[in-house]
């Protein structure tokens, strides 16, 4: 089956750096994806990994390693703003996108 | 403003009754999709569009029906809403089915009692 793993819930402070992990196994894998979900509202897109590699947005960052069936989602200067849930998600060889279940990431002051 | 527009944004239904939950989208893309979301497990598909007239099964669809008539429009029905199906349904679009960005509308907060 295909399946897509990431942390329930992380906790960070202000001002600090976290990663959130995830990892994939997909039938078929063209390109992976972050989004932020706050709470009560749509997700919003953030970024996108086809190739090996990190891709840098501003103060968000995301890692792809498809040998690996790995990702990871890097937020720098943490805002309170930043609390939310950021969900992963995989487009498999039907292009469609298969999800994991969402960190939520909690910032503290 | 461009976007999705979803409604209702919360519904109350007795099970056995039926639903439509309706999705508009102005940014005349091909593409669109119906997921549900709930607690602990992530978003999924229901069912998609490719492009208008055309409609195709996604992870969940049991219990759910769509349409697309025309590239605006893609209403989801519960033809006879049972308790399993209280959920957060959203509706997205893309500009083509391999996009790399889907958008999505605010929701719809669905309890079947």
């Known amino acids: 089956g295909q399946n897509i793993d990431q942390p329930t819930e992380m906790t960070a402070t202000e001002g600090a750096i976290v990663q959130i992990n995830c990892t994939y196994q997909t039938s078929g894998f063209n390109g992976l994806f972050w989004y932020q979900q706050h709470a009560g509202e749509a997700p919003t897109f953030l970024s996108y990994?086809?190739l090996d590699g990190l891709e840098e947005k501003g103060r968000f960052s995301s890692f792809l390693s498809r040998s690996k069936g790995y990702s990871y989602l890097l937020l720098k200067e943490l805002q309170m703003k930043d609390s939310a849930s950021y969900l992963c998600a995989v487009k498999d060889s039907n292009y469609q996108l298969i999800w994991g279940a969402g960190t939520k990431l909690i910032i503290k002051p | 403003i461009a976007g999705i527009t979803q409604a209702p944004t919360s519904q109350i239904l007795a099970a056995g009754r039926r639903m439509t939950l309706r999705c508009t989208q102005d940014m005349r893309h091909n593409a669109m999709y119906w997921y549900r979301q709930d607690l602990g497990l992530g978003l999924r598909l229901i069912h998609y569009s490719n492009t208008a007239g055309t409609t195709g099964k996604g992870e969940v669809p049991d219990g759910y029906s769509v349409s697309r008539a025309n590239t605006d429009d893609f209403p989801l029905t519960l033809a006879s809403a049972v308790p399993s199906q209280t959920s957060v349904y959203f509706c997205?679009?893309?500009?083509?089915?391999?996009?790399?960005?889907?958008?999505f509308g605010a929701g719809t907060r669905l309890s079947v009692l």
């Open positions: 997205a679009s893309s500009e083509s089915s391999d996009s790399v960005i889907q958008y």
């Open positions: 990994n086809v």
